[in-house]
T-cell receptor
């Protein structure tokens, strides 16, 4: 019930293409869903986040789509660039579990020029 | 505003030794969470501190402990190191009341030989 399942494990996209990463959860107590981007040798950086009362949130080239009934959410990276090559983690947070983010296993994205 | 800082960045220890890692949160952030990141297990929550009190703890053995000081700086300690403790240890800070929006430091890479 505390898991967040992320797919695919790795992804290769051509420059200018759309990258899509999916996550699924079971615990309906989760009320905040962030995405993090991590470059080698760095800590995860908060990219974009959504609450379950919103179906979509867009920030620049990054969009989160949220399907509450299916308990799924996804990250779309439009016009993918080589500089987007990194590992992406989805996560979930429940207010009843203070300070604890539960992470998906991560997706390694490679954008080919 | 300066980000989360962690010291040291790299550490090599021998089995059976103990280690202390330090984390300075973003100015004004009073909550600090610690995570362990490994290739096999991904990002796993260790514990969270607020106002010098541990409020939440993950599923790690008692060899892992932490504390927080009055200036919100935090330390974590691992005693009797095992080879499996080799990992990237990350701390994240957040504002009071916004414990879901966590900002990560660069991590401390611990290698146990």
């Amino acid at each position: 019930q505390q898991q967040v399942k992320q797919s695919p494990q790795s992804l290769i996209v051509q420059k200018g293409g759309i990258s899509i990463i999916n996550c699924a959860y079971e615990n309906t107590a989760f009320d905040y869903f962030p995405w993090y981007q991590q470059f080698p040798g760095k800590g995860p950086a908060l990219l974009i986040a959504i609450r379950p009362d919103v179906s979509e949130k867009k920030e620049g080239r990054f969009t989160i789509s949220f399907n509450k009934s299916a308990k799924q959410f996804s990250l779309h990276i439009m016009d993918s660039q080589p500089g987007d090559s990194a590992t992406y983690f989805c996560a979930a947070y429940g207010s009843g579990n203070t300070g604890k983010l539960i992470f998906g296993q991560g997706t390694t994205l490679q954008v080919k020029p | 505003k300066a980000g989360v800082t962690q010291t040291p960045r790299y550490l090599i220890k021998t089995r059976g030794q103990q280690v202390t890692l330090s984390c300075s949160p973003i100015s004004g952030h009073r909550s600090v969470s610690w995570y362990q990141q490994t290739p096999g297990q991904g990002l796993q929550f260790l514990f969270e501190y607020f106002s010098e009190t541990q409020r939440n703890k993950g599923n790690f053995p008692g060899r892992f402990s932490g504390r927080q000081f009055s200036n919100s700086r935090s330390e974590m300690n691992v005693s009797t190191l095992e080879l499996g403790d080799s990992a990237l240890y990350l701390c994240a800070s957040s504002l009071a009341g916004e414990y879901y929006e966590q900002y990560f430091g660069p991590g401390t890479r611990l290698t146990v030989t």
